[in-house]
Each structure stands twice: as C-alpha cells, then as structure tokens.
C-alpha cells in the first residue's frame, strides 16, 4: 500500500518536473526570439536593405576576381595608352598593348571586347557596332562637347548620356566619353601582373620559359644571374608590393610573438606573488591580482591607443599592447597553475638541501611548464588574429595594407589577396601551435 | 650500476643541452624581434618608453579639472555603450546558434549526414580562421557603417570558435538518450534537442559567457574602425584632441566598467554551472 502511495507520489512529482522543464525550455526560445526582435528595431535592419549598396557589392566581387584594362584616348594632345586598371604603373609601351588591341595608322585604334564586341576610336570620334543593337557613334568636340548618335530614338537603360558625359555599359565592356578623354575597358578573369609588371623583361612569358631562362646562362638583365633577377622583379612588383607585403605578414607575426612571449615572461614571476602557496602576505598578494585584473579590464584597445601616442604606429606598439594585456591574462592562468601545484614535489627537492631558486627551478617548473606552455601556444595563435586587429588601429603589419587597400575602394583585387594571405597565415600558425602542444603535452606524459 | 649511472647522467647532460640551446634560440628570437619590431616603428621603443605616461597623465589631468562634467558625459554616451553589448549579445547568440548546429553536424556518432563532419569542420576552421576586421570592413564598404557590419563578422567568427569548443563537449555527451530516442522514431532534430541537449547545455553555456566577455572587447574595437559603439564615440572623442580629453576618459571608464562587470558577472555564473556539473 505505502508502496504505491511513494509512486503515485513521485509520479505526480515527475509530472511536475517534467511540466517546469518543458515550461523552461519553450521560455528560453521565447526569450532569445524576443531579444532578436528588439536588435531588429534597435539595429534598424528593416532600413538596412535601402542603405545597402548591393552596386557596391558586386564590384568588390567583380573586382576581386577580374580586372580591366582601359583604352584612353586623350583629347587635348591625342595619342593612346593603354593601362592596367588604368593605373600609372600598370601602362603598357607607347604603342604597345595586348593582342585585343591594334593600333591602326597615327591616331586610331581598334578595340576587341568580349563577346565579339568590337569598337574603333579615329580620332576625337568613336564607332562601336553593338550586336543586337545597332551602330554608335560618338563624336567630341570642343565647342559641343559630346555629341552622340544612336540608331533608335529612346536611349536605352545601359547608355547615360549627357553634353558632357556619355556611359556605355555593355556585356562586352565599358566606354566612357568626356570632352578630356575617350575610353575603352574591358574586363578579363585573373589578377593582372601578379607576377610581373609590364616593364619586366619577363612579363608574358610562361611558367617553362622562366624556368629555362632560369637554367640558361645568357643573361637577360647584364648585371644579374636570371634567377635573381626574376626574384627581383617579383619582390619589387609595383603592382602587388609582395615583398613589403610579406614583410607585414611577418610583422603581423612578430607582434604576435613579441607580445605574447613577453607577456609570458613578464607573468611568471608575478603569478608566483599572486599565487595562495608562495604568496604568504595578503596584502601583495591582493595587490598583484589587482594588478592583473585592471591590465585586463583596460582592453587592449584602450592599451593600443595610449601606447600608440607614446611609441608611434609600427608593429612596437602593437606588440607592447598584446604584451600589456596579456600579461593580466597570464598572470592570472599562471597563479591558478602556482596554486594547483603537488607541494610534495617541492618539499622533496627541498629535503635535499636546495636554495629556494633550485626549489622552484626543480620542483615547481616542471610541474607547470607543460600548461603552461600550451596556454602561452594557445595565445599565441588568437594573437595573430588581434594582431591583425591592431595593425589596422596603430598602423602597422598586414592590418594595415588591409584597411588602406579597402579604403581606396577600387584595390579589391588587393583587397581579397591580403584576405587570403591572412587565413592562410591564421591556418598555419594554428596547426604550428597545435602540433606544438600535441608534442608538448606528448612529451609530458612520456616523461611522468 | 655504472653503467646506468653513466647513461642516466649522459641522457641528463642531453636534455640539458637541448633546453639550453632551446632558451638560445628562443633569447636570440625575441632579442632580433625586438630590434626589427623597434627599427620599423615610428617611434622608438627607447624613446616612447619615458613618453608612455604623458598620455594617460594628459587625460587624468583634464579629467580631473573637468571631474564635475564626467558624470553628464558617461550618461551621453550611454546609448552608444548599449549598442556596444547589444552588438556583442546578439552576435554571440547567433554566433552560438550557428555553432551548435555545426557542431553537431560535425560530431561522429550525432552527425546528421556522417559523411560530411569533415567538410562542416573545415568550415568552422575557416570561419575561425577569419579575424573579425576582415568581414567587417568589407561588410561596411557594402552595408554602410552601423552596428550590423559588427555583429555579422563578430557572428561568424564566434561560429567557428564555439563550434570548436562545443564538438569537444559533445564529444564527451552519452550516446544513449540518442539511441533511446531513435528507437521510439524520433527525427534528427528530436534526438539532438532532447537527447544531447540536456547533457550538453551547462558546458555550452560556460563557454558561450566566456565568449560573451571576448565579444565585447572585439566590439568596442570594431567601432573605432567604424562600426558604431562606444569604439566609434572613442575615436572621434580621441581625434578632437586637447581640450575633449574629458570624454575620452568618460569613455575609457564606461568601457573599463563594463568590461570589469561582465567578467565578474560570467566568471561567477560560469563557476556555477560549471560546479554544478560536476557536484
């Protein structure tokens, strides 16, 4: 009888239970929807979509993966160039440009675009046939200024057309005229003179040319062996700047290891005063954790701006603030570490007559190197992420070519190769660290 | 016996030698480090270190003269301190529910599809891989400034950061309520919630507050490189110079504040789920 009544009871119970938690586990949905619903209205996402500019947006990723090559006329003094981007150092030899253009006589040039597009510019005029359209011709002049010719009376969608302007943009390319200059682009897939620029010698030549001329004897620059000079003019590359590209990557990682190693060395002997078992008098002991608690609590952005007024931009700085900050961290890893240590170890080192130094050397370190070398790895590899943040705010390693690049607003192309060296850099120094800490952590069981 | 002695020392000697060859290279490394690192800066380490008072002195100072003015300049830029935590609360929510997804689908043994957990990790490496600044400002270029930029790039790397740590807690998560819900016909969707979640839902909650405090610092600092916040208030508050220091030290006291708070406050629930588990 007693026997069923305690499971009746406990039926109940369990019923009960079972409709809290039920109730609980609809709440929290309940709640976080309802705090997504204020970020919503607090965040102005609905306004969003009009802000949005989705133009913007498709030339960064039009960009990132094609570049264009503009066709200039100028028409004060006449005369054609041909440029990369329509970039200073990216322009072709007078005369010169790539096999979709042919200059025809003094001052005409015929353009191929994509898609079977062709366009001549003669002169201040301009014909461009566009299929399924019909002929355009464009003619400038200083007193009218642009004067267009279409073959139907509505100007479509893709021509803005105006005395001073005209743009033309079609599936082949784009054109734009002013009374200053005619202009041609086209677009073509890759990213343009990545390895070398127009005025090297081994700009357009093949993967196996350059390995042969690599081999070869008959110098193509006098003064150097071919193979330096092609490494020469890959590090100089005006275009890319890999060289001063890698030099931020490896500053990038410099403060990175600066600041954490530094922040490591600076931590140990401080975690030892905070630490309960090494630390007899309070009052430093409280002192030192505050110490910790308020380097951590400014923040290493707070750290990078008042460093940055003392020391400058450069990757210094962006150490010291790494360095700052994580030395609160540390201190206060480390000082959990000191406290968990096994303190027969120490005694025994101590019953052998050792000075308090050869006590910590060989009784305490041994005991936390290996947590402590793997939470110093751990850092390490999330430091070079921040390390790229605070490049971009004290002006210094990749950080800083990143945000430049994005402020010019045309660079994409720069913009997504600095993007992929960064995860590439993340990437490796992750699994570095990561097989550091496998071998660490290994070696430490090995030894016990 | 000798002979052990003898080996015993030599392999002492060994070891020895590799640590100190190990502490050579590891000293010649920070030593050229620190030569390279201060020859690129613009200004020198041994000059800047007697300057790194100045500044905060400059604030403190200001600060103090204008000490009456500190209280009305922290409730100015309270909202800006709100839309700060809010960008990290929601982007740490939606980082985390993103992550638990990926993190189930990329655990052995609860994977939806079995065959793809190596592709999901691959995903969450990436998306960890990602420093926030990046997507942010590329998202800004194409959004505009504003706190959505933030809370996206916040988001996802969180995504790939939690996803990591919760596949580890689910791991260690009995496979039997699974078991016990597939055999009464349970979806997937079923097994994960009510069977993996109880288990796993104190550790998630640990590692999410954890994440919550780094949030917020990578907040703030998204702001200064235009992405509203507090950051944003810092930066234009810090380039108005002498004579406004007064607000960039209102700033850095709400953001010290808050900081501090929300460490103290996930540390001690943090303790208590974590207590909880175990006890």
């Known amino acids: 009888m007693s026997m069923a009544e305690t499971t009746t009871g406990s039926a109940f119970d369990a019923i009960g239970h079972i409709r809290q938690k039920r109730r609980f586990a609809l709440a929290v949905p309940a709640v976080i929807l309802a705090y997504f619903t204020y970020v919503f209205f607090a965040f102005d996402i609905a306004g969003l979509a009009d802000r949005a500019r989705m133009d913007n947006a498709r030339i960064l990723i039009a960009d990132s993966y094609s570049y264009k090559t503009h066709v200039t006329r100028d028409n004060r003094t006449g005369g054609f160039t041909v440029a990369v981007e329509g970039e200073a150092k990216g322009t072709w030899p007078a005369g010169q440009g790539p096999d979709w253009v042919r200059f025809e006589g003094e001052d005409a040039v015929r353009v191929a675009l994509r898609h079977g597009h062709e366009l001549v510019i003669d002169g201040p005029g301009l014909r461009y046939d566009v299929p399924g359209y019909g002929l355009i011709t464009a003619e400038v002049s200083r007193r009218e200024g642009v004067v267009l010719d279409l073959p139907t009376e509505a100007v479509p969608g893709w021509i803005s057309a105006s005395d001073a302007r ?258 590439i850099m993340v990437m490796v120094m992750d699994s570095a660290s990561g097989w550091l800490r496998r071998r660490l952590i290994r070696s430490s069981h090995g030894g016990n | 016996m000798a002979r052990v002695q003898a080996e015993y020392m030599a392999m002492t000697r060994r070891k020895r030698m590799y640590g100190g060859v190990m502490l050579i290279v590891f000293i010649a490394l920070m030593v050229s480090g620190f030569r390279v690192a201060d020859s690129r800066n613009a200004g020198g380490f041994w000059n800047g270190i007697g300057n790194i008072f100045q500044f905060p002195a400059e604030v403190l100072r200001e600060a103090g003269e204008k000490i009456a003015n500190l209280p009305g300049l922290m409730w100015t830029f309270l909202p800006s301190l709100i839309e700060t935590v809010n960008i990290a609360a929601a982007s740490t929510l939606l980082g985390a529910i993103m992550a638990i997804i990926l993190s189930l689908l990329s655990t052995r043994g609860l994977a939806k599809w079995p065959r793809l957990v190596g592709l999901f990790r691959r995903v969450m490496d990436i998306l960890r891989a990602f420093p926030e600044i990046v997507i942010a400002l590329v998202l800004i270029f194409i959004l505009g400034g504003g706190p959505v930029p933030a809370m996206i790039a916040i988001a996802l790397h969180t995504a790939g950061a939690l996803g990591k740590l919760f596949s580890e807690v689910n791991e260690n998560a009995s496979l039997k309520p699974v078991e016990g819900l597939q055999s009464v016909g349970a979806t997937w969707g079923q097994q994960m919630w009510l069977g993996v979640m109880p288990q796993v839902a104190p550790n998630y909650l640990s590692y999410a507050l954890l994440r919550f405090e780094i949030n917020i610092r990578a907040s703030a600092i998204l702001g200064f490189v235009g992405s509203g916040g507090i950051g944003y208030d810092l930066k234009n508050a810090f380039s108005w110079g002498q004579g406004r220091y007064d607000a960039v030290a209102a700033i850095f006291l709400l953001l010290f504040l808050t900081i501090v708070f929300f460490d103290q406050l996930s540390g001690r629930y943090r303790n208590k789920l974590i207590g909880g588990g175990t006890a």
Do not use: C
């Open chain 1, 166 to 423: 005209v743009d033309i943009i079609t599936e082949g390319g784009r054109v734009t005229i002013t009374k200053a200059r005619i202009e041609a682009m086209r677009y073509q897939f890759g990213w343009e003179l990545f390895w070398f620029t127009l005025d090297s010698p081994f700009h357009g030549k093949s993967f196996g040319e350059l390995v042969g001329l690599a081999l070869s004897g008959d110098r193509v620059v006098a003064d150097k062996s071919n193979l330096a000079a092609i490494v020469q003019d890959v590090w100089t590359n005006k275009m890319w700047r890999h060289g001063d590209v890698l030099w931020a990557i490896f500053e990038t990682i410099l403060m990175a290891f600066l600041g954490t190693m530094g922040a490591a060395m600076v931590a140990l002997p401080l975690a030892f005063a905070a630490a309960r078992n090494f630390s007899p008098l309070m009052v430093v002991r409280g002192a030192v954790r505050r110490v910790f608690d308020f380097l951590r609590g400014v923040d290493s952005l707070i750290w990078t701006i008042v460093l940055s007024r003392a020391f400058g931009p450069g990757p210094m700085t962006g150490a010291l603030a790494i360095l700052i900050t994580d030395t609160g961290s540390f201190g206060k890893l480390f000082s959990e570490a000191l406290e968990n240590v096994d303190q027969k170890q120490i005694e025994g080192v101590a019953s052998t007559g050792a000075k308090p130094l050869q006590r910590y050397r060989f009784g305490v370190i041994p005991q936390i190197m290996p947590v402590l070398l793997s939470q110093v790895l751990y850092y390490l590899e999330a430091n070079t992420r921040s390390a790229t943040i605070i490049g971009a705010i004290t002006g210094g390693g990749i950080g800083l070519l990143l945000t430049q690049a994005i402020i010019t607003q045309k660079d994409w192309e720069e913009v997504s190769y600095y993007i992929l060296l960064i995860l």
